[in-house]
């Protein structure tokens, strides 16, 4: 099973953003991203969408964007029936490859109670910073903080 990894730019055929809000939608419920919102994600200048794809089947996603030596992943998604594969883990690898060379950490938000997630960005070299205390709603619970430097500046 070869999983095809693309970068969405605004170019992309544009029926591509309300697949990656169901994949969104799918995988944590009603706090998915809308199609509009993966549609000016991916017109940002500073926004990045990768997607992995079996065939044609979009069936993982990360999103983020950077800003002043920072970046940021606000959603990693991948569809029920094809985790534990790697996929998430290859995306995100992507992810960092294509960040600018300035790029010194790259910052994140996790529900405490996402195991999976947060095994996951602990693989991937993330380490936890702190906690928001109600972060998320719907339910209402905290929000873990975790960070992986790039670049050592200590
Ligand atoms: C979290 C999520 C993105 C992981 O995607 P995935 O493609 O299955 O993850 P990978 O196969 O790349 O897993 C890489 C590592 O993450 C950890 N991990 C992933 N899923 C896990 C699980 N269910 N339990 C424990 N560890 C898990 C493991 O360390 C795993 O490595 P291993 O398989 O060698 O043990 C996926 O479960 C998902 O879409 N969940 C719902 C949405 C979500 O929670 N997104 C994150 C919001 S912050």
């Known amino acids: 099973m070869e ?3 693309e970068r969405i730019t605004a170019e992309y ?8 809000s169901e994949l969104d939608k799918l995988c944590v419920g009603a706090d998915g ?6 549609r000016s994600e991916c017109a ?10 079996i065939g044609d089947k979009l069936t993982a996603l990360v999103s ?8 940021d992943i606000t959603s990693v998604a991948v569809n029920p029936e094809y985790r534990r594969k790697g996929f998430a883990y290859q ?3 992507v992810f960092e490859s294509i960040l600018p060379e300035n790029t010194e950490s790259i910052f994140l938000e996790v529900r405490e109670s996402n195991f999976s997630a947060i095994g996951l960005y602990e693989k991937l070299g993330f380490e936890k910073l702190s906690v928001r205390k109600n972060f998320y709603v719907n339910p209402r619970e905290n ?3 975790m960070q992986k430097r790039l670049i050592d500046i200590t």
Do not use: M
């Open 13 to 20: 055929d544009s029926t591509i953003y309300s697949r990656l």
């Open 3 to 5: 999983l095809r990894i």
């Open 44 to 53: 940002k200048e500073n926004g990045i969408v990768i997607g992995g794809f």
């Open 143 to 145: 929000a873990v903080v």
């Open 33 to 38: 991203w809308s199609e509009e919102s993966f």
């Open 64 to 71: 983020g964007y950077t800003a002043e030596g920072e970046a």
């Open 91 to 93: 995306l995100i690898g």
